[in-house]
T-cell receptor, first 112, second 112 residues
Framework: QQQVKQSPQSLIVQKGGIPIINCAYE??????FPWYQQFPGKGPALLIA?????SEKKEGRFTISFNKSAKQFSLHIMDSQPGDSATYFC???????????FGKGTRLSVIA | DAGVIQSPRHEVTEMGQEVTLRCKPI?????LFWYRQTMMRGLELLIY????????DSGMPEDRFSAKMPNASFSTLKIQPSEPRDSAVYFC??????????FGEGSRLTVL
């Protein structure tokens, strides 16, 4: 019940494409769903997050889509750039001071 | 502002040796987390502290692992004795209450 399942494991897209990374969770008590971005040799950093009271959130070229009934959420990157090449992690937790549970990550490569 | 500071950044040691990883959280943050990252298992939570008190250490692999937080500005993760399967990147992260989780740059451990 604590798992967050992320797919695909890796993804290669052309510059300008729209990579989509998917996550699924089982614990219906989860109510905070962030995405983290990690560059090689660095720690993960918060990219964008959503709560289940909305179905979509956009920040710049990054969009989270959230489907509460399906217990799924996804990250879309519009007009992807080579600088977006990184590993992306979805995560979830429930309100209060509880730890984030992370997916296993998706390694994204954006090629020019 | 200084972020989460971890040391050492890289550690190479031989099997059986004691390893101590250190973390200085962001000043004012009251929760601290230790995660381990491997290709196979992604980001795994090892232990977390609230207000310097260990709350959940169920992710600690075995008794060879221990963690302490003697004060609000310092934490250690110790492995004794170390084994090759402990090779991974260990991340420390901190946050204030339910705010954004900030990661350090990690300590890459190689056990030969």
């Amino acid at each position: 019940q604590q798992q967050v399942k992320q797919s695909p494991q890796s993804l290669i897209v052309q510059k300008g494409g729209i990579p989509i990374i998917n996550c699924a969770y089982e614990n219906t008590a989860f109510d905070y769903f962030p995405w983290y971005q990690q560059f090689p040799g660095k720690g993960p950093a918060l990219l964008i997050a959503i709560r289940p009271d909305v179905s979509e959130k956009k920040e710049g070229r990054f969009t989270i889509s959230f489907n509460k009934s399906a217990k799924q959420f996804s990250l879309h990157i519009m007009d992807s750039q080579p600088g977006d090449s990184a590993t992306y992690f979805c995560a979830a937790c429930f309100s209060g001071n509880t730890p984030l549970v992370f997916g296993k990550g998706t390694r994204l490569s954006v090629i020019a | 502002d200084a972020g989460v500071i971890q040391s050492p950044r890289h550690e190479v040691t031989e099997m059986g040796q004691e390893v101590t990883l250190r973390c200085k959280p962001i000043s004012g943050h009251n929760s601290l987390f230790w995660y381990r990252q491997t290709m196979m298992r992604g980001l795994e939570l090892l232990i977390y502290f609230n207000n310097n008190v260990p709350i959940d250490d169920s992710g600690m692999p075995e008794d060879r692992f221990s963690a302490k937080m003697p004060n609000a500005s310092f934490s250690t993760l110790k492995i004794q004795p170390s084994e090759p399967r402990d090779s991974a990147v260990y991340f420390c992260a901190s946050r204030l209450n339910t705010g954004e989780l900030f990661f350090g740059e990690g300590s890459r451990l190689t056990v030969l």
